[in-house]
């Protein structure tokens, strides 16, 4: 650093090197030491992250030393140099090894990177540790310098840096941190981070430094330590790697690999590797450094013939951190390095090579992320007939083909700037890019990339060649700008046709889960599903509620199985020659094994298998939806598994699980839907959704609510805008009646009722459908009469059979919601969902018959007058009834009808009434039921006296 650098960084933090929280009183230990010590150290070579992470820790350990193991970075140097005294750090030389009671290291899990400190470890010194590297592989035993710490105590957590963890240790212990400190932390985060940028920065990383900003970090300082020039031996060195590199590709994925030698000790390697990376194009980058000579501070063994070995990593398919674990290295995914002993450039060279070969997965290629089908134009399609395609499927472009040859690609722009000049008409041959790559299912992806940015097209046809020669190639398929850069960079927003199989849950959990939850039975009727697709070659899979629910871990008997007409079984990547029917013909071989009733749908390829036990299982064919227009029934084609899966309502349900017995178990996700059911969280598959069908929005409230779960807020804004520009106006009738009535019939539809009103739903369904304070205090009584009746009925199976049979339990959270209508309104209400007419007679006895009736039983009532006066009307009005009449002779009258009275009967029968002399007929129906009055008015307590007053009836 510049001397007028450094004089203005020490200006800077001048005034708080005498703060008594960073100045220590070891002015003792530096005459001598003393025996017990607890010792902080970290890695040899330090960096900012080590040496702001041994500060935070000496906070940590009251009376500790701190003090380097080895060398460290020419900008660390230059820092411990100016401000010495505040850091009072010792010497290693000065460490009697043998009063060293506990050793504790951050920043790193290694005792062959400790330098002077190693033999600590050997010694038995118990270790406390604080580190943020994720736990490397095991090694080979051969590899030198690479025994993993055992400590008796740790902190371990994979975060941006090191001193990230320290500092939410000191703040869990309220400790606070003054200026200084809180620059040389953000130093240690910063540097560690690359300015918050690496892509193993954490959120809690970017917290840290606020928080650090906060408590007075000086951002200056911190730039002008993070960003120097290099040295003249650093200049030397990096120019010999630039000029000593040579190129291959590994797995697909172009990398560098640079060598040189030096004679004499080069600080910062790492600094140069990583502008040797911002240089070079490739994936990866290797720098092999032969050094001759004994690093400053390093362990006395590491001498001549070793090789340096540092990597940095662009993509996620190299993981230079276990990579580098294979040869005795470690560090983070997109940086590491190790040190190869009693070796040459050649034998290092030799070495990464093949652990590349061994460690690198293969890449992903065209065939694992084109979408498919593939939907074409001829040359001589017009532009209008273009655009109206692209709208149909919505998409931003399409493939020109003609006789299956590639010709071109027309874009959304392209059909867009036609229309300006009025060339509706034109062929689109005469708009669309005829010079563009064309690329196999082999063709890597960073190999689509480059063939993207060099053409400036937005997707990359797809061609497979024919099998033997004379065998016309095919177009298999499209990779998209999207699909391109989801599998380079893991973006979020997938769309269809990009294959994604959950990562996170391995077949193997799937399978466990499916063991779990499912009996043994319906198990077994899934494989053999799966393996009739094989036999038929076809791939099936296990879609919708079901897949959700397993995850969630509830019931679900429902069981729909998808078949993918345009996939083969085995290879998930392979494309198939499928058609509408396979899924009714997958469904006819699963019915003739299982003896079951097929009903089969030829126009949806769709079928129905009805088992001999009565248990259903439905089969359709993967289709994808067009809407003509906002709010109409969809239309459909039959497509692949990635698009019907896209089709759907919300991310939770586009979830499928293969069958086939060589996948069996593999969740297909493409849209995060594990994700969003870990969370919580309802979220909408695409912007149009409730555009396209509004029915959704009470589907999404109902979901939300029976889960537990939230909708996102982007999932709420559209509802939002769906509902003002009044959607639901375009619906039919029928499909909103049966859309709220699914609702009411959720086992606890108050919360989603509720939520309909909040988004000013409920009053689009229709406009008198009221909601406020009193109708939600109706309904909790509702809820609580059908639960005592629920109660009164449990004991009982004849009894919960007939509640079952005459209770319609959505009318009865309906009524509520009309109870403040006059007739008139009722009826209109009743005609426009088109309820019917027994439901109409509910609705109306509620509004006319109830206020009648209750008016009525204020009065003097007789138990039998209350009875015969109930007796006609549906059991959902008297249940009704009870919970909207207030305490008192009303609502004891209803409650008596309801469990005493409905179901009494006379203590004498028909046949001692014919053993009386009396005739079947009428007047025998009469007579019972004058028996009964008696009895329950309590004039006639007795079978006898009953037995009167029946005989004296005309």
Known sequence: ????????????????????????????????????????????????????????????????????????????????????????????????????????????????????????????????????????????????????????????????????????????????????????????????????????????????????????????????????????????????????????????????????????????????????????????????????????????????????????????????????????????????????????????????????????????????????????????????????????????????????????????????????????????????????????????????????????????????????????????????????????????????????????????????????????????????????????????????????????????????IMVDPLQRPGNSNDMGRGSEHNAITLASGFARRRAGRLVRHERFGTAVVVLPDGQKVDFATARTEFYQFPAALPEVEFSSIQEDLYRRDFTINAMAIQLNPAGFGELWDFFGGRADLEARTLRVLHNLSFVEDPTRIVRAVRLEQRHGFQMDQHTEDLITQAVDIEMFSRLTRERMRDELILLLEEQHPIHAIHRMSHLNVLSRVHEKLQFDEQVLTLLHKVEEELRRFDQFCSGTPSRRVQANREIRRWMLYFLPLVAGLDLGQVKALAQNLKLGSNTTAVLTSAVIDLPALFERFAKNQTPSAARQALLPFPLETALFGAAQATKGPVSELFHLFLYEWREASPDISGKMLVERGMEPGPRMGRALEAALAAKLDGTATSAELQMEVALSTN
Do not use: W
């Not at 230079?320 to 997109?334: D, F, I, S, Y």
């Not at 063939?451 to 024919?466: A, C, F, L, T, Y």
């Open 1 to 560: 650093m510049p001397a007028r650098t450094a004089s203005v960084c020490y200006n800077r933090l001048h005034f708080h090197l005498h703060s008594p929280i960073l100045r220590s009183t070891y002015s003792h230990i530096r005459r001598g030491v003393f025996a017990a010590v607890e010792l902080i150290t970290s890695h040899v070579g330090a960096d900012f992250d080590a040496l702001a992470s041994m500060v935070a820790a000496r906070r940590l350990y009251p009376g500790s030393v701190a003090a380097f193991s080895g060398g460290m970075d020419r900008n660390v140097r230059e820092f411990v140099t100016l401000f010495d005294e505040s850091l009072n750090l010792r010497d290693a030389a000065d460490i009697d090894l043998d009063a060293v009671s506990r050793l504790i290291v951050v920043d790193t899990q290694h005792a062959g990177r400790l330098g002077r400190f190693r033999p600590l470890v050997v010694r038995g010194v118990p270790v406390h540790l604080y580190d943020h590297h994720p736990p490397s592989p095991p090694s080979p035993s051969s590899a030198p310098n690479h025994d993993a710490l055992s400590p008796e105590y740790a902190i371990t957590r994979q975060l941006g840096a090191a001193t990230t963890l320290l500092l939410h240790v000191l703040r869990e212990r309220s400790n606070a941190i003054n200026p200084f400190e809180a620059t040389l932390f953000a130093l240690g985060i910063y540097e560690e981070t690359g300015g918050l940028v690496f892509s193993h920065t954490t959120v809690e990383d970017i917290e840290m430094a606020a928080y650090l900003l906060e408590q007075g970090a000086n951002l200056d300082v911190v730039s002008d330590y993070t960003h120097h020039s290099l040295t003249e031996r650093q200049r030397d060195l990096l120019n010999r790697l630039i000029l000593n590199t040579e190129y291959r590709t590994v797995r697909g994925i172009p990398i560098a690999i640079a060598q040189a030698e030096t004679t004499a000790y080069v600080d910062e390697i790492a600094l140069l590797v990583h502008k040797l990376c911002d240089i070079e194009n490739v994936g990866a980058v290797f720098a092999l450094i032969e050094a001759d000579y004994r690093q400053p501070g390093s362990d006395e063994n590491q001498t001549n013939n070793s090789v340096f070995l540092i990597a940095r990593s662009k993509v996620d398919a190299i993981n230079v951190a276990e990579l580098l674990a294979t040869l005795g290295g470690g560090g983070h995914h997109r940086a590491a390095s190790a040190v190869l002993k009693h070796t040459d450039l050649g034998m290092a060279r030799t070495e990464l090579l093949s652990a590349l070969e061994r460690r690198v997965a293969p890449q992903d290629t065209a065939r694992d992320i084109l979408e498919y089908p593939v939907r074409t134009v001829g040359p001589e399609t017009s532009v209008e007939q273009a655009g109206r395609v692209m709208l149909r499927y919505g998409y931003s472009g399409l493939v020109v083909a003609y006789h299956h040859e590639v010709e071109g690609i027309v874009t959304r722009r392209d059909v867009d700037r036609a229309k300006h000049h009025e060339l509706h008409a034109a062929p689109v041959k005469a708009v669309m890019t005829s010079e563009i790559p064309i690329a196999s299912p082999e063709t890597t992806a960073h190999e689509l990339q480059e063939m993207m940015v060099r053409s400036k097209v937005g997707r990359i046809p797809i061609v497979e060649k024919g099998a033997v020669a004379g065998m016309r190639s095919r177009l298999v398929g499209v990779v998209t700008r999207s699909g391109l850069l989801n599998a380079l960079y893991g973006h979020t927003g997938l769309t269809p046709g990009q294959r994604r199989i959950e990562a996170t849950l391995r077949r193997e959990d799937i399978v466990s889960l499916l063991e779990r939850r499912l009996s043994a039975d319906e198990l077994t009727l899934l494989r053999e599903v799966g393996q009739i697709g094989d036999e038929l070659g076809l791939a099936v899979y296990l879609v919708g509620g079901c897949v959700r629910d397993l995850l969630m871990g509830e019931r679900n008997l429902d069981t729909d």
